[in-house]
């Protein structure tokens, strides 16, 4: 019996149809995540040369603007921005190559490592690079360490880049692929959400108002320390880069908001350390170089509450004898609430009790920065950082100025 017209038709066309329902999508891998699920912690910007960092001309956040229903990461780039982003990547699987969404707020081209130009338009658009456009084969694709967008319009003024679905496809590129864009404003959250005790930090206040010169003395673990804040930014060297973490900004806001220099932010920082390990040097670091009238930020828990398995009431007990410490030469103190890591996420309402009842015990202020990163749940919380516990330096200016308007009085929206 010899084949319909329309069943030869079908034979035809049976292996297009074969290929394009093998098609898989591999978003791009992170240590801590995936470009799927850890929206931001997986393209950081690259902020340029110490002097061009501030005012901050790169924001980055995660949006309810996708092509998937998912979450997408939303680029913000001011006037003369780097326009660079980047992330530490050089194995990919077999496949046909990188493929990603784009939507911009103007036609741009963009630059993908360093070899391709590709257009993102003003409605979301697939993008996909060959591996052989990348010079390297879809068997074994082997590229440079850094996977590397930039920006190669102009950007002579404010303009937003959508990035979306970031990964690989394999063994071809879906040709007709399902869009199904979700849009409308994202929610924004308040510092005064965050921020606990400001009363507390009266007689800072008065020094500010009288222009008079104090310390900023951040004792704390690898936030403090600067860790992962150079990542996306290497041309900043790391001694040249503790001007942007949090408590430097921190003061930074305060004396452009008071009018006058003579704040002075200091720096004690380790890696992996829990508040109890911290007491071997606070006679050394804090209580040696304080006094009265000073402002202590005491940033510690992350490493309690996390590898370190101390409950939060735990902890409350280590940072009571931290300040009880601090107190015998000031009062004048600001808690950093541990933030970030899907482990101290999970203690988000015991963290917040704790912090509140510190504030309430030991007359201080705090910083709830659990508060600001789960506003809208975990998947947006990832965006403030280069991995799953520490900011880059956006991240930290960022937190800098969410803590200010604990002392300047003026609010901020995040993200504004």
């Not at 690079?129 to 996977?147: A, D, G, S």
Request: proline letters at 7%; aromatic letters at 10%.
């Amino acid at each position: 019996m010899k084949p319909t017209n329309l069943a030869l038709v079908l034979a035809a066309f049976a292996p297009f149809c074969l290929s394009a329902a093998e098609i898989t999508f591999t978003p791009f891998e992170h240590p801590q995540g995936n470009s799927e699920n850890r929206t931001g912690m997986w393209l950081r910007p690259n902020l340029g040369k110490p002097e061009e960092v501030l005012p901050l001309k790169t924001r980055l956040w995660a949006t309810r603007e996708s092509v998937t229903g998912g979450v997408a990461l939303k680029c913000v780039f001011e006037k003369g921005a780097v326009g660079l982003l980047t992330f530490e990547k050089d194995n990919y699987p077999p496949s046909a190559g990188l493929t990603f969404y784009a939507k911009a707020s103007k036609p741009l081209k963009l630059l993908v490592n360093k070899t391709v130009t590709v257009e993102a338009g003003t409605e979301w658009k697939k993008i996909d690079v060959p591996w052989e456009k990348l010079n390297t084969t879809r068997e074994k694709p082997t590229v440079p360490w850094q996977f590397f967008l930039k920006v190669i319009s102009p950007l002579d003024e404010r303009t937003t880049l959508l990035i979306d679905r970031l990964g690989v496809e394999a063994p071809e590129f879906d040709p007709n692929p399902k869009i199904e864009p979700q849009s409308g404003p994202d929610a924004t959250f308040s510092s005064k959400d965050m921020l606990y005790g400001a009363e507390n930090l009266a007689k800072t206040l008065e020094k500010l108002k009288a222009k008079q010169p104090f310390k900023v003395i951040a004792f704390g673990d690898s936030i403090t320390a600067g860790a992962q804040m150079t990542r996306g930014s290497w041309d900043i060297k790391p001694a040249d880069g503790v001007q942007f973490l949090y408590f430097s900004h921190f003061a930074r806001l305060l004396e452009q908001k008071f009018g006058y220099t003579g704040i002075k932010p200091m720096q004690f920082g380790h890696g992996g350390w829990t508040a109890e390990a911290a007491m071997k040097v606070i006679d050394a670091e804090v209580i040696a170089n304080c006094e009265a009238g000073d402002l202590v930020i005491l940033e510690f828990g992350g490493n309690d509450m996390s590898w370190n398995k101390a409950s939060p009431d735990e902890w409350k007990k280590r940072m009571k004898v931290l300040i009880a410490k601090v107190k015998t030469k000031t009062d004048q103190i600001l808690l950093y609430g541990p933030g970030g890591g899907s482990d101290i996420f999970k203690l988000k309402d015991d963290v917040t009790r704790v912090l509140k009842e510190l504030v309430e015990e030991e007359k201080l202020a705090a910083a709830d920065l659990n508060k600001l990163f789960l506003y809208r749940g975990e998947p947006y919380a990832w965006a403030l950082l280069a991995n799953e516990y520490h900011p880059d330096f956006m991240g930290h200016i960022t937190i800098g100025e969410m803590l200010a308007p604990i002392l300047t009085g003026e609010h901020k929206n995040y993200p504004e």
